[in-house]
């Protein structure tokens, strides 16, 4: 990731930005499975890297002008617009990677052992995915003076302006992101249907695009790192 970033920065490539937010992110986990913060460090562990193997397939794909994700095909393509702001840019990574490959990649690695786990195990399971919640809270205020500061020293300012909102919002925005791609990721794995489940992971894509489209639309009322309520509301977020 971070050979990737260097490359695509000193490039002036867009899709940098995204990027560089899911290194620190990655940090981040891995220091939290270190530190023990979960139940299952080596569930986690295979998540983190099983999560990142989704993005570089559909990074290789693109590249490769290969059919990949709807959703990360728009997005890579949009990486080349330079009057979309740093913010947009970042939530379509965002976005694509957690409601996307989030729910598949969870689809992969629950669905073969969820009818041996005890309840006890189920609740660690979703307690595990619950703690990244705040792995991520930790990492919004890194992003937000490592990633988006460099881009624009206005989006500094309106930071300072807004004090915690900003991150507040992204925060709640995240977080019911994964609140909503668990619930998905439970009807795939106990989908007994396994034509019914390629359908399901099909619209999931299609979802995430929905959004994708709806977030690159005309947004001068974006606020740095943050959307306005009234687009919260519009994608039932509040």
């Not at 220091?31 to 999560?51: C, K």
């Not at 989704?54 to 009057?83: E, K």
């Not at 399901?200 to 695009?209: E, F, S």
Request: net charge negative; proline share 4%; aromatic share 10%.
């Amino acid at each position: 990731m971070t050979t990737q970033v260097e490359q695509w920065t000193a490039l002036n490539d867009r899709r940098a930005i995204f990027l560089a937010c899911y290194q620190r992110m990655t940090d981040h986990m891995l220091a939290g499975v270190a530190g023990g913060e979960f139940h299952d460090p080596d569930w986690v562990s295979q998540l983190i890297n099983d999560f990142a193997d989704y993005y570089f397939a559909a990074l290789q794909s693109w590249d490769q002008g290969a059919s990949g994700p709807l959703v990360w095909q728009y997005t890579f393509a949009c990486a080349a617009n330079q009057n979309m702001s740093v913010v947009q840019h970042l939530l379509l990574g965002v976005n694509a990677h957690i409601n996307c490959d989030l729910v598949l990649v969870l689809d992969d690695l629950l669905r073969p052992e969820w009818p041996t786990l005890s309840p006890t195990q189920r609740d660690q399971r979703h307690h595990d995915y619950l703690t990244v919640n705040r792995v991520i809270q930790r990492t919004i205020d890194r992003v937000q003076d490592e990633v988006i500061a460099p881009y624009s020293k206005m989006l500094q300012l309106v930071d300072v302006a807004c004090g915690p909102l900003d991150e507040w919002c992204t925060a709640r925005l995240i977080r019911n992101w994964r609140d909503d791609v668990w619930q998905q990721a439970m009807t795939l794995v106990t989908m007994p249907d396994n034509e019914e489940r390629k359908i399901i992971r099909q619209r999931v894509d299609q979802r995430a695009l929905d959004r994708a489209h709806l977030l690159s639309g005309n947004v001068r009322a974006m606020r740095s790192f943050g959307y306005p309520l009234r687009w919260l509301k519009r994608l039932r977020l509040l």
